[in-house]
């Protein structure tokens, strides 16, 4: 430990105060190191209370080196801490008195000049006003376990604070698919406690119709017409039940199940009532003429609703997969609806479906996927938990249509994602926070790492989503060096500690790639050392150990677990288990050996900025070509198109579903804007046409778009990731975008056409896998078959400049860095930007 430093700590904060309300008094809480104040509670506090002030002094003790008792009083002097009740003089009004569902979470923090007042409106308000007391002092619990607690040292504290906080987010989960080893459980409970997460209110919305089935198999085994009829036979039950719902009977014996719930768990907040996953729903009559899938979930947790409300209760529910598309009738205010951001049916964004459900009256939540292990692995800078753009941009706008609930499925994988789901808990408590993002991470980057934060700041930028390194072996290697620098500048050994952890996710990264590059035996190999490595740091909750070692396996044939070394062997029988701790060679030499192993990307070329400004290519006279196939695109695609005559329809042949499983997603929807100028509502790109009428089933359909003006427009192609082919008339200007921000987006082999410059002497680009650059003689100038994705030039010898390139037989996305990022199938139909045309041209 450090020689203890002086340091002096004042907090000012004022939250806003009525016109009656003096302004917050300072109050000493340490000086010299030496305790000014007691922590005072009544003689009857409960004993989570007592625990909230213990917690409270110890760690002021730790803080500012000087004991702090805790004493029974009247609260008129001293660190006050209790409830509502417990504080006659302050006035407090019946809405903290006796609060509601909502209000459970509300506390005050208020200084005067004999004290400060902690009082919360329950005993978990209590408990956050304790941590945010402690947050606004200095400390920091960034990720969970030991390592990741900051605990500040100041000789004197002195706090100004009137403050009234309640979370914008009533329920905010943060929570581990696949479940946590036993290790990880205390600290992922700390941590949700240190960082107000624990929420006061418990939504319960998860997958129901099995339990309901297994609570009641009696009832369900004597009326087998409660089960979905499905190609005219009754379902039986299972965890994928599906139910009749038009049958009173079914309901009534739902609402029986719920009422009896709640009779077994009185302080219960909410019951679930959502469908089992994936299809089967009832096909006979009654239940078609009840309506959509969503109409017939929605009116059997309406019938639920309308049994518990009057005892306060909630009934939670997902928008997902089948009964995703918002219903034709009305849901109950007290219907919970969890909107889920994947797995959507109807072809409708999130926007539109939350828009939707909450037309119909539905509360809404938010049902996220921060981190799925199948999906991201735990690696760099892969899932939505490690975008900090994504999470300050969406949670904030989630509150703006209404959600006031957030279940965010995630990962034990603090290594990749523990700043993206620290950045969510300030947020999600308070939507403002979103403005701070480069604050909180500053603040996360000089608290953690001390001296060290500058390298720091490079190893973080490494892992945000929201900013990829396109190149594994760059981005790896920079993470590399990174630490290595920071293990350099580092001075305190609780600082070594959370370098130390990083070193071994890093390693964990490193060896996941070195496992899926090698085959045959080889990859065996590499599978098992890398289980073994992931198993050996799992208590740096770095990665999500349990579930790698559990699934990883499963998905990839090619590799295998003996008998005696599967997950759930315990240790001491398990031969690939070991919890040796890792030596600091064994670091020194994985940080050295990852650096020679990751070569940095060095570019020949500086990729060139062009505008956005496009116009037709027809000006510089370009000779004809062959012209070049374009492939189906999945999801999202974007065109640029030059309109020339705005009283002739823009015609498009349209085929939409073609993924024949995937047709459930909705009619392709396709959008006409304007772009240039500024609209009524201030944006620079208009909306103009809209059509919704290619259904997802592989049969092409003409659509005409009307624009009103003439000039370049965007056309928009969404499919809810289905994938849909679209194909013009040749000669019309149509024009895809392929830049680093911006790729391509097409499936299958593809050819296009791209122009270079006049004086351009690299062509710099970013693409990989499969294709062949051509030059304007058709002669291969880059290969890309069996190259990994990466960043290639290729030089510009004289007299191939101001001329077509093609780009053949690709496959994925080709990025332009020094030209023009703009393809198309001829010249004819090539569209640039204005400065690469010419002036007036």
């Not at 398990?574 to 990852?594: A, H, M, R, Y």
Request: aromatic share 10%; glycine share 8%.
């Amino acid at each position: 430990m450090p020689p203890r430093q002086r340091c002096t700590f004042c907090l000012l904060l004022f939250a806003l105060l009525p016109a009656w309300a003096s302004p917050a008094e300072s109050v000493h809480l340490a000086r010299d190191g030496t305790a000014r104040q007691a922590i005072v509670i009544v003689d009857d506090a409960s004993a989570a209370v007592r625990q909230s002030a213990v917690t409270l002094a110890e760690y002021l003790q730790r803080i500012c080196g000087g004991e702090f008792q805790v004493i029974s009083g009247d609260s008129s002097t001293g660190i006050a801490i209790g409830l509502p009740a417990q504080f006659p003089a302050l006035g407090l009004t019946d809405a903290w008195l006796q609060p509601g569902p909502m209000d459970r979470e509300r506390y005050l923090l208020r200084s005067h000049a004999q004290g400060l007042y902690v009082v919360g409106a329950t005993e978990l308000a209590v408990e956050h006003a304790v941590w945010d007391l402690l947050y606004r002092i200095g400390y920091r619990q960034f990720f969970p376990g030991p390592t990741w607690e900051v605990v500040p040292e100041i000789r004197d504290v002195t706090v100004t604070v009137d403050t009234d906080q309640s979370p914008d987010y009533h329920n905010r989960r943060i929570w581990y698919g696949f479940g946590a080893w036993d290790y990880a459980e205390q600290p992922y409970r700390q941590w949700c406690s240190r960082n107000r997460t624990a929420s006061a209110l418990a939504l319960n919305t998860g997958h129901a119709y099995g339990g309901i089935v297994s609570a009641k198999r009696a009832p369900f085994a004597e009326h087998p017409e409660y089960f979905a009829l499905v190609d005219g036979q009754r379902q039986s039950g299972g965890e994928n039940a599906k139910f009749c719902i038009s049958n009173p009977g079914l309901r009534e014996l739902v609402v029986q199940y719920a009422t009896e719930y709640f009779d077994c768990n009185p302080a219960a907040d909410s019951v679930s009532v959502d469908p089992s996953d994936g299809g089967l729903w009832c096909q006979c009559a009654a239940c078609a003429e009840m309506g959509s899938v969503s109409d017939r979930a929605v009116t059997l947790a309406n019938a639920v609703a309308e049994a518990v409300a009057p005892r306060g209760k909630l009934v939670g529910m997902y928008a997902y997969n089948y009964h995703s598309p918002p219903p034709a009738i009305r849901v109950h205010p007290n219907v919970v609806i969890s909107v889920a951001t994947a797995f959507l049916k109807g072809g409708l964004t999130v926007d539109e479906i939350l828009a939707g459900w909450s037309a119909q009256g539905a509360t809404l939540g938010i049902r996220e996927y921060y981190s799925v292990n199948t999906w991201d692995r735990d690696l760099p800078a892969r899932a939505r938990g490690a975008d900090l753009a994504y999470l300050a941009r969406s949670i904030p706008d989630f509150h703006a249509r209404g959600a006031r609930f957030m279940s965010a499925e995630s990962s034990d994988n603090w290594g990749p994602n523990g700043m993206g789901y620290y950045v969510a808990s300030r947020i999600l408590w308070d939507i403002d926070e979103s403005q701070r993002v480069e604050e909180i991470v500053d603040d996360f980057l000089r608290r953690a790492f001390g001296p060290a934060s500058e390298p720091m700041a490079e190893f973080y930028h490494q892992l945000d989503r929201s900013r990829p390194n396109l190149v594994y072996d760059d981005q790896v290697g920079r993470m590399y060096r990174a630490l290595a620098d920071a293990r350099q500048r580092a001075d305190r050994p609780e600082i070594h500690a959370r370098l130390d952890d990083l070193i071994l996710y890093t390693r964990y990264a490193d060896l996941f790639d070195r496992y899926t590059q090698a085959e045959g035996p080889a990859r065996q190999a590499a599978f098992e050392t890398l289980i073994r490595h992931a198993y050996r740091m799992r208590t740096t909750m770095m990665i999500h150990a349990k579930a790698l070692y559990r699934d990883l396996a499963a998905r990839d044939k090619r590799v295998s677990i003996p008998a005696d070394a599967q997950w759930n062997v315990p240790e001491d029988r398990n031969p690939w288990k070991s919890s040796v701790p890792f030596t600091p060679d064994e670091l020194q030499q994985f940080v050295v050996e990852g650096i020679a192993a990751r070569p940095l990307v060095e570019l020949d070329f500086e990729p060139v900025p062009y505008s956005e400004a496009l116009v037709p290519a027809l000006p510089l006279c370009l000779p004809s070509v062959t012209p070049g196939e374009l492939g189906a695109g999945r999801g999202e695609q974007t065109f640029y198109v030059w309109i020339g005559d705005p009283q002739v329809p823009l015609q498009l042949q349209v085929t939409g579903g073609l993924i024949a499983h995937y047709r459930d997603r909705g009619n392709v929807r396709i959008d006409l804007w304007q772009l240039g100028g500024v609209s009524e509502t201030g944006e620079r790109e208009t909306q103009v046409a809209r059509d919704a009428s290619v259904s997802p089933d592989g049969v092409e359909r003409t659509v005409r778009l009307q624009a009103r003006s003439g000039g370049l427009h965007r056309i928009s192609v969404s499919d809810g990731g289905d994938m849909t082919r679209v194909a013009w008339s040749p000669g019309t200007p149509i024009t895809l975008r392929s830049s680093l921000d911006d790729p391509l987006n097409l499936s299958g082999r593809w050819t296009l056409y791209f122009y270079v410059p006049p004086g351009t002497k690299r062509i710099g680009l970013f693409g990989g896998g499969a294709g062949r650059i051509l030059d304007p003689e058709g002669q291969p100038a880059l290969v890309l078959d069996q190259r990994k994705p990466g960043y290639y030039s290729i030089s510009v010898p004289p007299g191939q400049d101001g001329r077509l390139w093609k780009i053949d037989r690709a496959s994925g996305a080709v990025r332009l860095l020094t030209v023009p990022p703009y393809l198309a199938r001829s010249p004819d139909e090539l569209l640039l930007p204005q400065e690469v045309v010419g002036p007036g041209r």
